[in-house]
């Protein structure tokens, strides 16, 4: 079945420095991905629709140039949280768009879990 | 480590019958449990949430779940379908900081 990998699983970073993450697609090519990022027991929020080849549309609230989206490639979308701080920890999911066949799926990446020190 | 099976990747409802999506979880610890809907091209939505507070959890758009432990079932339900529901749903467990997706399942609603 379809996969989609997110790297690096954990990350820990010092205030002010800057973090990226990878979310792969790796049998499929995925023109939509999404990126969500998730508190502990709460639900997930959107952050930004990630379209290969054009800019990411960022959700109501979430700072564009403080999480920088770039969708390079069918398979590759990345997000770097920028000069990161304490409140920038948490746990952050990519999903994948396939719609290469008759039925259109989603596939979600096993997240990454980012603690600013 | 937990995990999440959505025990059915299509159902089939016709407009106004109850829709039932089933959920099945395992988990050492006290999970959280969620239910979200996509639809196509657009980002997850959250339908409804439990976490240790009533085991009867009310959402939007008229859909309840009811988490049993006994069971370890957190299934999702609806009275009556609408059209709009046709849509994908995804079962979540968090649990320990750690989070499991279900594989989803396909709503389709017949007129």
């Known amino acids: 079945g379809a996969v989609v990998s997110q790297h690096p699983s954990r990350v820990i970073c010092k205030s002010g420095t800057s973090v990226k993450i990878e979310c792969r697609s790796l049998d499929f090519q995925a023109t939509t991905m999404f990126w969500y990022r998730q508190f502990p027991k709460k639900s997930l929020m959107l952050m930004a629709t990630s379209n290969e080849g054009s800019k990411a549309t960022y959700e109501q609230g979430v700072e564009k140039d403080k999480f920088l989206i770039n969708h390079a490639s069918l398979t590759l979308s990345t997000l770097t949280v920028t000069s990161a701080h304490p409140e920038d920890s948490s746990f952050y999911i990519c999903?994948?768009?396939?719609?290469?066949?008759?039925?259109?799926?989603?596939?979600f990446g096993p997240g990454t879990r980012l603690t600013v020190t | 480590a937990q995990s999440v099976t959505q025990l059915d990747s299509h159902v089939s409802v016709s407009e106004g019958t109850p829709v039932l999506l089933r959920c099945n979880y395992s988990?050492?610890?006290?999970?959280?449990l969620f239910w979200y809907v996509q639809h196509p091209n657009k980002g997850l939505q959250l339908l409804l949430k439990?976490?240790?507070?009533?085991?009867l959890v009310k959402g939007i758009n008229g859909f309840e779940a009811e988490f049993k432990k006994s069971e370890t079932s957190f299934h999702l339900t609806k009275p009556s379908a609408h059209m709009s529901d046709a849509a994908e749903y995804f079962c979540v467990v968090e649990d320990n900081n750690d989070m499991r997706f279900g594989a989803g399942t396909r709503l389709t609603v017949k007129p």
């Open positions: 999903s994948a768009s396939r719609q290469d066949r008759a039925t259109y799926e989603q596939y």
């Open positions: 439990y976490t240790s507070a009533a085991t």
């Open positions: 988990s050492s610890y006290s999970p959280s």
